[in-house]
């Protein structure tokens, strides 16, 4: 599996992003079948896990407590893509993201170890 990530960038806090990470090659599966997430890195610490959501009919979301109700996870099917949308951003949301896809098919564990796949990462910067 092959995960592109789009839409970082630099706003003001308050502001507002939204990631894309487009999947691909998911042998012979499809891209509802694998359970997603997305992590972010600040310097100096390790990555965390923020936001997940289940293969199809696998369950609902999950987020972690620090951005609950500012962020949401999605996710398009047809277009085997994923989403982040990130509302009233705060200079700690500062970070490299990443998205990425479940190590198999219907299966879902927030661990970062648990996942297979990741994308390149693209910074998202929330300037006070």
């Known amino acids: 599996v092959q995960l592109v990530e789009s839409g970082g960038g630099l706003v003001q806090a308050g502001g507002s992003l939204r990631l894309s990470c487009v999947g691909s090659?998911?042998?012979?599966?499809?891209?509802?079948?694998?359970?997603i997430g997305w992590f972010r890195q600040a310097p100096g610490k390790e990555r965390e896990f923020i936001a997940g959501i289940a293969w199809s009919g696998g369950g609902s979301t999950y987020y972690v407590d620090s951005v609950k109700g500012r962020f949401t996870i999605s996710r398009d099917n047809a277009k085997s893509t994923m989403y982040l949308q990130m509302n009233s951003l705060k200079p700690e949301d500062t970070a490299i993201y990443y998205c990425?896809?479940?190590?198999?098919?219907?299966?879902?564990?927030?661990?970062?170890?648990?996942?297979?796949?990741w994308g390149q990462g693209t910074q998202v910067t929330a300037s006070s």
């Open positions: 990425a896809a479940s190590r198999r098919p219907y299966y879902i564990n927030y661990h970062p170890s648990e996942f297979g796949s």
């Open positions: 090659g998911f042998n012979g599966y499809n891209f509802d079948d694998y359970g």
